[in-house]
T-cell receptor
Framework: KAGVTQTPRYLIKTRGQQVTLSCSPISGHRSVSWYQQTPGQGLQFLFE???????NKGNFPGRFSGRQFSNSRSEMNVSTLELGDSALYLC???????????????FGNGTRLTVT | AQKVTQAQTEISVVEKEDVTLDCVYETRDTTYYLFWYKQPPSGELVFLIR??????QNEISGRYSWNFQKSTSSFNFTITASQVVDSAVYFCALSEARLGNDMRFGAGTRLTVKP
């Protein structure tokens, strides 16, 4: 079974630009979550999507948005990039059907975004 | 509020030594889940174990073992007879039942196993 696939692996953007990251979950997984990882703040939850609906959102500004398609693939968008957005963005999928199950998250290799 | 503390930033051991990674958590919920993940240099977080708040039974999986103690809010991870391939950053994480996949991760412990 293929794992979680994130594209691209690396991105370099300049301040003020916008960026879209893509995530393909494990086949059959309907929940997709996004995390930001930085040396200073560690791993922080961005949002979670299930059946094309945002189910949960972390404490990030509105410049960070996402969506999920009917095939469970997800995209994350960051507009008006700032230097502080430089990070490793990790996508994770799980087979969770309801909040109470808390199935383990399966992570992709991440997209490393550098903002200059 | 939920919080996870991994006080050990970096640990260095020599191959075949045993090593314990500490994890202390805070939560007001009675139903929660604890996890350990491993992050090798490739960047991908690899799931190791999940425990729910009602299951305090310790677990052993090969060279890995976990000690969950609600009385001290700790979920420690021990690697027995460490190997060079165990070198990675290890994260402890907490998820409260009401928050879905909003997992709170500790800062991580970087383990280096030297030959």
């Amino acid at each position: 079974k293929a794992g979680v696939t994130q594209t691209p692996r690396y991105l370099i953007k300049t301040r003020g630009q916008q960026v879209t990251l893509s995530c393909s979950p494990i086949s059959g997984h309907r929940s997709v979550s996004w995390y930001q990882q930085t040396p200073g703040q560690g791993l922080q939850f961005l949002f979670e999507y299930f059946s094309e609906t945002q189910r949960n959102k972390g404490n990030f500004p509105g410049r960070f948005s996402g969506r999920q398609f009917s095939n469970s693939r997800s995209e994350m968008n960051v507009s008006t990039l700032e230097l502080g957005d430089s990070a490793l963005y990790l996508c994770a999928s799980s087979s969770i059907a309801g909040q109470s199950l808390h199935s383990p998250l399966h992570f992709g290799n991440g997209t490393r975004l550098t903002v200059t | 509020a939920q919080k996870v503390t991994q006080a050990q930033t970096e640990i260095s051991v020599v191959e075949k030594e045993d090593v314990t990674l500490d994890c202390v958590y805070e939560t007001r919920d009675t139903t929660y889940y604890l996890f350990w993940y491993k992050q090798p240099p490739s960047g991908e977080l690899v799931f190791l174990i999940r425990r729910n708040s009602f299951d305090e039974q310790n677990e052993i999986s090969g060279r890995y073992s976990w000690n969950f103690q609600k009385s001290t809010s700790s979920f420690n991870f021990t690697i027995t007879a460490s190997q060079v391939v165990d070198s990675a950053v290890y994260f402890c994480a907490l998820s409260e039942a009401r928050l879905g996949n909003d997992m709170r991760f500790g800062a991580g412990t970087r383990l280096t196993v030297k030959p």
